[in-house]
């Protein structure tokens, strides 16, 4: 079965950087991407942006552009959401999920990962 | 960016009771919309995709109609089960957006 197991909680200061990781089985890795939705405590969904784990593409959400960056590791069908600059209202959980396309629906999300920011 | 109103940002209905919720676009999106289901503490579940089709697996009490800028998204039958807040979404273009949420309760 499709699962993507995302890492542990993370607690950064203003100013850092946080990795979270989002290994992915039950499925060819390659043949879809990946999303990142986050959600600040008690709010709705965000959607960060999409890569492609074919080639890597990505496509950004304007709002996050030159914050943060996502790869993918084909070698152990892994993707990475690198946000930089942490800002307390980066606080949320974050989420990764598959997605076929950045213009097809989200089937597959990982437990989510929450990232605190606090001084 | 389109920006996706979504109503009622809650609601309060009795098992048994039909529930509608709406998901109104900013532009024209065609049938690209989503709606998902997120209970607390756990990751959102796509249930219809394409404005109207059901995913595999998810009763058929959910359904979802609309195209253009005015969806509707529609609990035939409340259950317990379905208290959750649920979701649109679009991608119709490179920059996805959700709704706002609909916090579904029991009343």
């Known amino acids: 079965q499709v699962q993507l197991v995302q890492s542990g909680a993370e607690v950064k200061k203003p100013g850092a950087s946080v990795k979270v990781s989002c290994k992915a089985s039950?499925?060819?890795?390659?043949?879809?991407?990946i999303s990142w939705v986050r959600q600040a405590p008690g709010q709705g969904l965000e959607w960060m942006g999409w890569?492609?784990?074919?080639?890597?593409?990505?496509n950004y959400a304007q709002k996050l552009q030159g914050r943060v960056t996502m790869t993918t590791d084909t070698s152990t069908s892994t993707a990475y959401m690198e946000l930089r600059s942490l800002r307390s209202d980066d606080t949320a959980v974050y989420y990764c999920?598959?997605?076929?396309?950045?213009?097809?629906?989200?089937?597959?999300w990982g437990q989510g990962t929450l990232v605190t920011v606090s001084s | 960016d389109i920006q996706m109103t979504q109503s009622p940002s809650s609601l309060s209905a009795s098992v048994g009771d039909r529930v509608t919720i709406t998901c109104q676009a900013s532009?024209?999106?065609?049938?690209?919309l989503n709606w998902y289901q997120q209970k607390p503490g756990k990751a959102p579940k796509l249930l219809i995709y394409?404005?109207?089709n059901l995913e595999t697996g998810v009763p058929s009490r959910f359904s979802g109609s609309g195209s253009g800028t005015d969806f509707t998204f529609t609990i035939s039958s409340l259950q317990p089960e379905d208290i959750a807040t649920y979701y649109c979404?679009?991608?119709?273009?490179?920059?996805?957006?959700f709704g706002g949420g609909t916090k579904v309760e029991i009343k």
């Open positions: 999920a598959r997605g076929l396309s950045v213009t097809t629906p989200i089937d597959y």
């Open positions: 039950g499925y060819t890795f390659t043949s879809y991407g």
């Open positions: 890569i492609s784990a074919y080639n890597g593409n990505t």
């Open positions: 532009q024209d999106i065609s049938n690209y």
């Open positions: 394409d404005a109207s």
């Open positions: 979404q679009q991608y119709d273009n490179l920059q996805l957006t």
